[in-house]
């Protein structure tokens, strides 16, 4: 059977998140936000704030997943529009985060290549890694997923006891700039999720 950095592939079911999952995203992340530095948040948010995360990212037509294995949620990510500004609409900035114990997996980068084709059919162009701490397995990850690295913020964060450098990483999805969107060319000008 065919590995991915060392876990079986039908060990990991990779699916849309419902709000049922809430509570187990919330736990994944908050480990992230008080141990580690690829989220600038400080404070943990709960269960309910990543329910109402998942509702309108439902609402919204972007993309929302979790990996897991045997019934549990080990991971999840996800991909929102870049910024909220109108020409903003076909450019996503993603997350990726990993129960601690599910780490050098492989399960991100399932994670990774999952999100691009959907983030791709909900009619984004680009897909922007900001990656806190610039944290080398992420940089690598998105390397390994065709990211090219196209800036880097030099001490923009403060977090445990540390300024942190922000790099952000970039890959087009389908046409990328290649082609005008749907609905700019149609004179519609909508926003991405109206643009599948």
Excluded at 22 to 28: E, F, K, L, T, V
Excluded at 171 to 178: D, E, F, I, K, N
């Amino acid at each position: 059977m065919r590995r991915s950095g060392g876990v079986e592939k039908s060990e990991i079911q990779v699916r849309g998140a419902a709000a049922g999952d809430s509570g187990r995203i919330a736990q994944i992340y908050a480990h992230h936000v008080l141990h580690g530095t690829a989220t600038y948040d400080l404070d943990p948010p709960g269960a309910e704030d990543m329910r109402s995360k998942v509702l309108h990212f439902a609402e919204r037509g972007w993309p929302f997943l979790v990996a897991e294995s045997e019934g549990a949620v080990v991971g999840f990510a996800y991909a929102a529009q870049f910024r909220e500004r109108a020409a903003y609409a076909f450019a996503c900035e993603n997350s990726i985060y990993l129960d601690p114990g599910w780490t050098g997996r492989g399960v991100g980068r399932m994670l990774l290549d999952e999100l691009c084709v959907r983030a791709e059919h909900a009619g984004f162009r680009q897909m922007i890694a900001v990656i806190g701490g610039a944290e080398p397995a992420s940089v690598a990850l998105h390397e390994a997923c065709g990211f090219q690295t196209v800036g880097c913020l030099s001490a923009a964060g403060w977090k445990h006891g540390r300024w942190l450098d922000t790099v952000y990483m970039q890959r087009a999805l389908g046409q990328g700039s290649g082609t005008a969107p749907e609905s700019a060319a149609s004179g519609d000008g909508g926003d991405a999720a109206g643009a599948r």
